[in-house]
């Protein structure tokens, strides 16, 4: 298990997350790790855009695991 702090709730962003989702990717590749699941459900309640947070992630934990 992994836990990633996203800093002060009220300057939270996406982009802090995409960032934060990248950094957690990196660092279990780097550990070998063969699965990984992110949720979001909580970051949903903070009245970010669900398929927005979902693409970001998604999107960075493909292009960090092409290689």
Same mark, same amino acid.
């Given at each position: ?6 800093? !002060?709730?009220? %300057? *939270?962003? =996406?982009? #802090? ?14 550990? !070998?790790?063969? %699965? *990984?699941? =992110?949720? #979001? ?27």
């Amino acid at each position: 298990i992994m836990l990633l702090g996203l800093g !002060d709730k009220d %300057k *939270l962003t =996406v982009e #802090i997350i995409r960032q934060a989702i990248g950094n957690a990717s990196r660092k279990a590749r780097d550990l !070998d790790v063969k %699965k *990984l699941a =992110v949720s #979001i459900d909580h970051l949903i309640l903070k009245d970010f855009d669900a398929v927005e947070i979902a693409e970001a992630s998604q999107n960075h934990l493909i292009s960090d695991n092409d290689g």
